[in-house]
């Protein structure tokens, strides 16, 4: 199992932008698909975006889209979250999650996660 570290959260206003990081250990990085999921107080761990093991396809929930991108380095066995044009709504906790093989969309499917940072944009 991967082990995984968000770090980059924090208060923001609405409007601006954060990157969030996720520091990767103990496996290959590269073979691991990586998403992005978060949770708000009293809501469900949603899907955020995930990236194939090598970068080259992603996908994003509707509700970042445009917004929000996400980006790998597998030299330096990390995975970032470029947030942009945040909005109150967007306020949660984030947490970086791993699984072998391609990318997938639901949260059941990924076997490692971290431990979450908080992100909260106020308006």
């Known amino acids: 199992q991967v082990h995984l570290v968000e770090s980059g959260g924090g208060l923001v206003q609405a409007g601006d932008s954060l990157r969030l990081s996720c520091a990767a250990s103990?496996?290959?990085?590269?073979?691991?698909?990586m998403g992005w999921f978060r949770q708000a107080p009293g809501n469900e761990r949603e899907f955020v975006t995930v990236?194939?093991?090598?970068?080259?396809?992603?996908y994003y929930a509707d509700s970042v889209k445009g917004r929000f991108t996400i980006s790998r380095d597998n030299t330096k066995n990390t995975l970032y979250l470029q947030m942009n044009s945040l909005k109150p709504e967007d306020t949660a906790v984030y947490y970086c999650?791993?699984?072998?093989?391609?990318?997938?969309?639901?949260?059941?499917?990924?076997?490692?996660w971290g431990q979450g940072t908080q992100v909260t944009v106020s308006s």
């Open positions: 990236i194939s093991g090598r970068g080259g396809s992603t």
């Open positions: 103990g496996g290959t990085f590269s073979s691991y698909a």
């Open positions: 999650a791993a699984r072998r093989g391609i990318p997938k969309t639901v949260r059941a499917e990924f076997a490692s």
